[in-house]
Nanobody, 125 residues
Framework: QVQLVESGGGLAQAGGSLRLSCAAS????????MGWFRQAPGKEREFVAA????????YHADSVKGRFTISRDNAKNTVYLQMNSLKPEDTAVYYC??????????????????WGQGTQVTVSS
């Protein structure tokens, strides 16, 4: 059974940085796409970034491009989201997601079958 466990959320000041981790287990992920989404109170879940496990190809939403970077560590079966230059509008619960996805970029939440429990990120002004 696929398990995704996020960590690394917390409180940061505007302009600061946080790094989120998503530890994946339960199967071989070499053919999978891993994604990060976020959901702020009262808003829909929003795509943040995705990475294809096999070749490291990655895609970032325009709202985070140049500030956030998705990466992976094959040996640790872990995907990261490095978040720099944080803004108050980045405040949300961040979710890791995974699935075998053919389309690119895989920015729709219904592309993903597996989800983590989420980790809260709060950015103060």
């Amino acid at each position: 059974q696929v398990q995704l466990v996020e960590s690394g959320g917390g409180l940061a000041q505007a302009g600061g940085s946080l790094r989120l981790s998503c530890a994946a287990s339960g199967r071989t992920f070499s053919s999978y796409v891993m994604g990060w989404f976020r959901q702020a109170p009262g808003k829909e879940r929003e795509f943040v970034a995705a990475i294809r496990w096999s070749d490291g190809n990655r895609y970032h939403a325009d709202s985070v491009k140049g500030r956030f970077t998705i990466s992976r560590d094959n040996a640790k079966n872990t995907v990261y989201l490095q978040m720099n230059s944080l803004k108050p509008e980045d405040t949300a619960v961040y979710y890791c997601a995974a699935d075998y996805i053919r389309s690119w970029p895989p920015r729709y939440s219904n592309n993903y079958s597996y989800w983590g429990q989420g980790t809260q990120v709060t950015v103060s002004s």
